[in-house]
């Protein structure tokens, strides 16, 4: 089946129902996007699909065929996710950054869909888990994301 | 009234009282007839038929626990008078019923009534099993006797207190709502339609789940001549769904091919097994033939929907869940649901069902929208392999509030029109539920 990842077009050989996750990094090498818990809880395997946020380990890759997959690789090249990521340095959010780029993705699908989101937003778009606990350094960096900061 | 006139018409009245008591002593602990006079023999394609037979009534679901000696039994049911647990079924002579002649066996399956004129619960569905034919009574039995091994595991003895443990009563209940004959096809249907009512009613049980029952714990149906059978029950926390024609809560969008797809792999475009079905379908409709899955469908599409009941056909309704942020609940839907059900409701089928249109989204009954919510599912095997796309427990994540708010939204999105949930709903079934065992739950026959 063809996938379009990143603007790019991939041929993929792979039963419909395997989960999307492992087609990035096992097929093509992509494994910037982590695997977590495999059960859609913990948001590591975020990517985005015509701009929404997905969780890649519960998504049947036969199902995103025909649609626009973006990961981690290539959210820089998102103006929203250029800004995100730009935001996460300058407050410093990763630690041991194995769930950054599930967040970075949920920070960039909430600021396309609301680009001025309120506090109640961002606690209820925010949920993907950190074991670091970095949770303020995220909040903080989207807080100044929400108001438009310089980041 | 004078002594001796009070005396004579009191002689008079014990008569008929003696004579009443008598007929019902007798009638309660009487043994029924069944047709099997001599065992018959017994060859392995009888045993192999019997296995079918067993695998169409699902005998495993209850007289097995995973892990266990298949049909030592041990499933506790919960009753209100107290519990009850599922029998040793296995050819032990002591424990089991290995000391069951063919008669006995015919005895307790179709009538509940067990050795020694002992009544069964009906929790036991004999009521369904009535309607099995003498040759699958007869094969089932020697799959029981030659193809089962032996445990020596005791039972359990019910929890519930005397006076209410007396069985005789039951006896009366028989009377009044177990059918006493085989099932006797249709003349005036084809012989699809008949197998397909056949494993229905009988073995099948479905209305056990799926037709609601009266105040005396009866099915209010057990066969298409009533407009209640298999017309949606609220069980166990679970609603189990219509089967009738009825577009929102029943089968009216399903085609006989989508409920034969339905039965054999446990998914298709409308709905993914869950709840209680799944045990349904781990140990019992994916193992059935082809054409009995078919005969199946075939009946099933020949109930008429109730468009008092069902209200007004569902349509879908474009709209995204991320154009609606404001709306409560939809936060919570566009980060919790969406990746799976999607933003348009519309799901991944086969793989994930959609909430747009789904009977747990249209029907005046939340609980089963509920209990996915809070308990997630339990694992779908189809032909050997766990499913790799589960509905995970939200119980831990999401409150009371969050959980009402995000079905509330759900069940007003995308067409979908059924009232609001509340809290209170939420609270009462996160105190009774458990969440849903994360490992393959198989439970072997043999």
């Known amino acids: 089946?063809?996938?379009?990842?990143?603007?790019?077009?991939?041929?993929?050989?792979?039963?419909?129902?395997?989960?999307?996750?492992?087609?990035?990094?096992?097929?093509?090498?992509?494994?910037?996007?982590?695997?977590?818990?495999?059960?859609?809880?913990?948001?590591?395997?975020?990517?985005?699909?015509?701009?929404?946020?997905?969780?890649?380990?519960?998504?049947?890759?036969?199902?995103?065929?025909?649609?626009?997959?973006?990961?981690?690789?290539?959210?820089?090249?998102?103006?929203?996710?250029?800004?995100?990521?730009?935001?996460?340095?300058?407050?410093?959010?990763?630690?041991?950054?194995?769930?950054?780029?599930?967040?970075?993705?949920?920070?960039?699908?909430?600021?396309?869909?609301?680009?001025?989101?309120?506090?109640?937003?961002?606690?209820?778009?925010m949920v993907n888990l950190c074991r670091c606990g970095t949770y303020n350094a995220i909040h903080a960096a989207v807080h100044e994301l929400a108001e438009g900061g310089k980041a | 009234m004078s002594?001796?006139?009070?005396?004579?018409?009191?002689?008079?009245?014990?008569?008929?009282?003696?004579?009443?008591?008598?007929?019902?002593?007798?009638?309660?602990?009487?043994?029924?007839?069944?047709?099997?006079?001599?065992?018959?023999?017994?060859?392995?394609?009888?045993?192999?038929?019997?296995?079918y037979v067993a695998r169409l009534s699902d005998c495993v679901a209850c007289h097995s626990l995973p892990g266990k000696t298949p049909f030592a039994g041990g499933l506790e049911m919960a009753t209100p008078l107290g519990a009850i647990h599922a029998t040793n079924i296995t050819p032990d002579r002591e424990h089991g019923i290995g000391a069951y002649s063919l008669a006995d066996f015919d005895r307790a399956v179709r009538q509940g009534v067990a050795p020694g004129a002992r009544r069964l619960y009906p929790a036991m569905p004999y009521p369904s099993y009535a309607k099995l034919s003498d040759d699958d009574?007869?094969?089932?039995?020697?799959?029981?006797?030659?193809?089962?091994?032996?445990?020596?595991?005791?039972?359990?003895?019910?929890?519930?207190?005397?006076?209410?443990?007396?069985?005789?009563?039951?006896?009366?209940?028989?009377?009044?709502?177990?059918?006493?004959?085989?099932?006797?096809?249709?003349?005036?249907?084809?012989?699809?339609?008949?197998?397909?009512?056949?494993?229905?009613?009988?073995?099948?049980?479905?209305?056990?789940?799926?037709?609601?029952?009266?105040?005396?714990?009866?099915?209010?149906?057990?066969?298409?001549s009533g407009t209640p059978f298999l017309a949606g029950a609220l069980l166990d926390g679970w609603y189990a769904p219509s089967l009738r024609q009825d577009p929102n809560t029943g089968l009216g969008r399903w085609s006989e091919p989508e409920i034969v797809q339905f039965l054999k792999t446990g998914r298709n475009k409308h709905a993914v097994v869950y709840g209680s079905m799944t045990e349904a379908f781990n140990n019992s409709t994916q193992f059935m033939a082809d054409d009995d899955l078919a005969a199946i469908a075939r009946y099933l599409k020949s109930l008429p929907g109730d468009p008092a009941r069902d209200g007004k056909p569902w349509q879908y309704q474009a709209v995204s869940a991320a154009g609606r942020?404001?709306?409560?609940?939809?936060?919570?839907?566009?980060?919790?649901?969406a990746s799976c059900h999607g933003l348009d409701g519309k799901g991944q089928p086969e793989w994930m069902p959609p909430l747009a249109g789904a009977t747990s989204m249209l029907a005046k009954e939340n609980a089963s929208a509920i209990n996915i919510t809070l308990n997630g599912s339990q694992r779908i095997v189809a032909a050997g392999v766990p499913d790799a796309y589960r509905m995970p427990a939200f119980r831990e994540q999401l409150s009371d509030q969050q959980i009402a708010e995000v079905l509330s939204f759900a069940r007003s999105a995308w067409g979908n029109e059924a009232a609001a949930v509340d809290a209170k709903a939420v609270a009462k079934l996160r105190e009774h539920t458990d969440p849903a065992s994360s490992s393959p739950i198989i439970l072997h026959m043999r």
Request: hydrophobic share 45%; aromatic share 8%.
């Open chain 1, 1 to 125: 089946m063809e996938l379009r990842i990143n603007q790019k077009t991939y041929q993929v050989e792979a039963e419909a129902d395997t989960p999307l996750l492992w087609v990035i990094r096992d097929d093509l090498g992509m494994t910037g996007t982590k695997y977590g818990c495999g059960l859609a809880q913990c948001g590591a395997c975020s990517v985005l699909v015509d701009g929404n946020v997905v969780r890649a380990c519960v998504t049947p890759v036969a199902g995103v065929v025909g649609r626009e997959i973006t990961t981690i690789e290539a959210i820089e090249e998102d103006a929203i996710g250029k800004r995100v990521v730009a935001a996460w340095v300058e407050h410093q959010v990763a630690q041991c950054g194995y769930c950054q780029s599930g967040q970075v993705m949920a920070a960039t699908a909430l600021l396309k869909h609301t680009p001025k989101p309120s506090d109640a937003q961002i606690e209820a778009a």
């Open chain 2, 137 to 224: 009574v007869r094969a089932l039995y020697a799959f029981f006797m030659q193809g089962v091994q032996p445990s020596a595991e005791a039972n359990i003895p019910s929890s519930i207190p005397w006076p209410l443990n007396m069985r005789w009563p039951i006896a009366l209940w028989n009377g009044l709502f177990a059918p006493a004959h085989t099932y006797a096809a249709k003349p005036s249907q084809d012989a699809l339609w008949n197998r397909g009512a056949y494993i229905v009613q009988g073995p099948g049980h479905c209305g056990s789940c799926h037709t609601p029952r009266g105040l005396a714990f009866n099915e209010k149906a057990l066969d298409e």
């Open chain 2, 3 to 51: 002594n001796r006139r009070f005396a004579t018409t009191a002689r008079w009245l014990a008569v008929p009282c003696l004579l009443a008591a008598g007929l019902l002593a007798w009638y309660v602990t009487r043994e029924p007839a069944s047709p099997f006079t001599t065992d018959t023999a017994v060859d392995a394609a009888l045993v192999s038929r019997g296995e």
């Open chain 2, 325 to 337: 942020l404001d709306a409560p609940g939809a936060h919570t839907y566009v980060t919790r649901c």
